[in-house]
C-alpha cells in the first residue's frame, strides 16, 4: 500500500487499535507510574500486574501515536500528551479517555445495524439504555461522572465568560445535574438568587439552593434567567419541544432562556468536534447535535425566538431565546 490517501485512510481503519491502546494504558495505570520518570517494560509490568512481553508491545504502540516517547535504552517516558492521561493533573483526559475505551468503543459495532434497521446502538449491544446501563456498574458510573465533571467545568467558565448575566438577580438552571455551570454563574453574580432544578434524586444532597422535579411537567416560575446546558441533545424534536415548552411557561415576558449546546455546522469540516458530539448521540441515545436553524424551528414550536447566538472557546454556543 503506498500513497498518502492510502496511509491516511489505514490509519483511519485502525483507530478502533490506538482508542484501546489509550484505555489499555489508563486502565493498568502505565501514565501515573511513569510520572516518576522513564520505566521499561519488566520494571513496570512488575509494578502493575502485567506481562512484560504485551506490556512492551503496548508501550510500543503508544510510542509510534507520540503518546510516549521510547529511549535508547527501552525506556518509555510520557510526552506532553502522554501527561494528560495522568490522574489529577490540570487539564487530564484519563476519564474522558475511560469513558471512549470502555463505554463508548463496543457501542460503535451495533451501528451498522442502527443505520440499516434503526435503533440506538448502545441498546443494541448491551441490551439496556445507555443511563440505565451505566446506573448498574457504580465504577462504570463513576468514570462517566467524572469526564462529563471536566467537560462541565471547561464550558462552564466558556458559557460565563462568552455571554454577560448582569442584571440577572434570578436564575434557574433546569436539568443542572451537580450545578457545576449553576456555581459558576452565581460566582460571577454574588447575591442572586439561584436554583438548581433536576429530578429529586439528583439534586438531594446539593449544597446549592435546589428543587427536584420533571422539566417535562413543570419548572420554577418567574426567574430573570434560565439556563439549559447540554438537555436538549438528549432528545428527539418532540421531547425537546416539550422541554423548550415548560420553560416557556415558566418565564416571565421579559425572563430569557439560554439554550447551551454544541451547534452543528453547515458543513462538517468547519467544526469536526460537534459533528463526532452528533455521533456519540447516534451511538448512546435517542437525541441529536442540531444545526442554529433547527434550535431556532424548535424555540418557534415552543413560543420562544432565538435572538442571539453566542460561541464560546468550549466547543458550545449560547443560544439565547425570548418569549415570542
Known sequence: MSGSAADRLARLADGYLVTQLLHTAVALGVPDA????????????????????????????????????????????????????????????????????????????????????????????????????????????????????????????????????????????????????????????????????????????SDLPAVGGDFFAEVPAGADAYLLSRVLHDWDDDAAVRVLCTCRAAMRPDSVLLVVEAVLPERAADDPAAVRMDLYMLLLLHGRERTAAEYAALCTAAGLRLTRDVPTDAGVHVLETRPA
Open 34 to 205: 511513569l510520572a516518576r520518570g522513564p520505566r521499561d517494560a519488566v520494571d513496570l509490568a512488575g509494578e502493575l500486574g502485567a506481562r512484560p512481553g504485551p506490556l512492551h508491545r503496548v508501550l510500543r504502540g503508544l510510542a509510534a501515536e507520540d503518546v510516549l516517547a521510547e529511549t535508547g535504552d527501552g525506556r518509555f517516558a510520557l510526552t506532553d500528551t502522554g501527561r494528560l492521561l495522568r490522574t489529577g493533573v490540570p487539564g487530564s483526559l484519563r476519564d474522558w479517555v475511560s469513558t471512549r475505551g470502555e463505554l463508548y468503543f463496543g457501542a460503535a459495532a451495533g451501528l451498522p445495524t442502527a443505520v440499516r434497521d434503526g435503533g440506538t446502538p448502545y441498546e443494541t449491544v448491551h441490551g439496556l439504555p445507555f443511563f440505565a446501563h451505566l446506573s448498574a456498574d457504580a465504577s462504570r458510573l463513576a468514570t462517566f461522572q467524572a469526564a462529563m465533571a471536566d467537560r462541565s467545568a471547561r464550558e462552564a467558565g466558556a458559557v460565563v465568560a462568552a455571554y454577560d448575566l448582569t442584571g440577572c438577580s434570578s436564575v434557574v438552571d433546569v436539568g443542572g445535574g451537580r450545578g457545576t455551570l449553576l456555581r459558576t454563574v452565581r460566582d460571577g453574580l454574588p447575591g442572586s438568587d439561584v436554583v438548581l432544578f433536576d429530578l429529586p434524586e439528583v439534586v438531594a444532597d
